[in-house]
């Protein structure tokens, strides 16, 4: 009896520690989309933002973005994968095909979903009856449930330092994304309150794909290397299907990639002070 109560507390305990990492996962994802909107209130106080600054910082995003799927998905996965699967190449093997469905996975959506880039024009089937601003707002859509996917899925590896500056450099890029997409929708006309109400309505679907992520994770532990390199494979396919080419379509291909290149080591230094 003594026995069987221990392996019941040891179960309860077990639950405990699972509802609270997805609870934390939740919160630290809502954290993340919430930046949006905190990164867009500068646009109460100015009347628009120049093409060249909004460049530059979509630039700095796709560097954090860039940096995380490595530093914080993609090495983590491959260590996972060894501990789990024996030889050289299989380890290696499962996690490069779980980064390949992620991406195809986000393609697809991305294809069939009716969306607007910033410059490029309407993409995706059936958008002749959507509204211009849902069309923007399916697109940034795109953008953050993949990094509330990777935020989950961090958290449900149960290495909360590393989680932790995973969700971090995603809501310190998200603060440039939301001034950029604010941005983007005042030059279109809409009115500076609505602007910044939009962007941070997109970031408030990253705590949904941290839901999904920390969930399958934590209740399936053997599948932590393929989630993170899912996540990894969503992230890297966003970056150069959406934001970078959108960063080089007025001219500011150097000002982008400078951003670029800062938001790079911002995030290499955010994943090593907080490991």
């Known amino acids: 009896m003594v026995v069987a109560a221990f392996v019941s507390s040891d179960h309860e305990l077990g639950d405990v520690m699972m ?25 109460l106080l100015v009347k628009r933002i120049s093409p060249r600054t909004e460049d530059a910082m979509l630039g700095f995003a796709a560097g954090v973005m860039t940096a995380a799927a490595f530093f914080s998905l993609l090495l983590p996965g491959l260590d ?45 089937r059936s958008t002749a009856d959507l509204k211009r601003v849902w069309l923007f707002v399916i697109a940034i859509t795109l953008h953050n449930v993949p990094e509330g996917l990777a935020v989950g899925v961090g958290f449900g590896g149960n290495d909360m330092a590393q989680a932790a500056s995973l969700a971090i450099a995603i809501r310190t890029q998200n603060l440039p994304e939301g001034l950029a997409v604010a941005g983007s929708l005042l030059t279109l006309g809409y009115s500076r309150l609505a602007s910044v109400a939009l962007a941070l309505g997109t970031g408030l679907v990253e705590p949904l794909g941290g839901l999904l992520g920390v969930t399958a994770v934590t209740f399936a532990g053997p599948i932590l290397p393929w989630g993170m390199g899912f996540s990894a494979g969503a992230m890297l396919f966003v970056i150069s299907h959406e934001i970078i080419p959108e960063t080089h379509r007025r001219g500011h291909e150097r000002l982008a990639t400078g951003g670029f290149m800062l938001g790079l080591p911002t995030m290499m230094i955010l994943d090593v002070a907080f490991a």
Request: aromatic share 4%; glycine share 12%; hydrophobic share 60%.
């Open 19 to 43: 509802a609270s990492n997805v609870l934390i996962a939740v919160g630290a994802s809502a954290a993340a989309g919430a930046a949006t909107g905190l990164g867009a209130l500068p646009l």
């Open 80 to 124: 996972a994968a060894r501990a789990q699967i024996e030889g050289q190449v299989a380890p290696v093997a499962s996690v490069a095909a779980a980064l390949l469905a992620g991406a195809v996975v986000i393609g697809l959506i991305e294809w069939y979903a009716p969306h607007e880039h910033f410059i490029h024009g309407r993409q995706g």
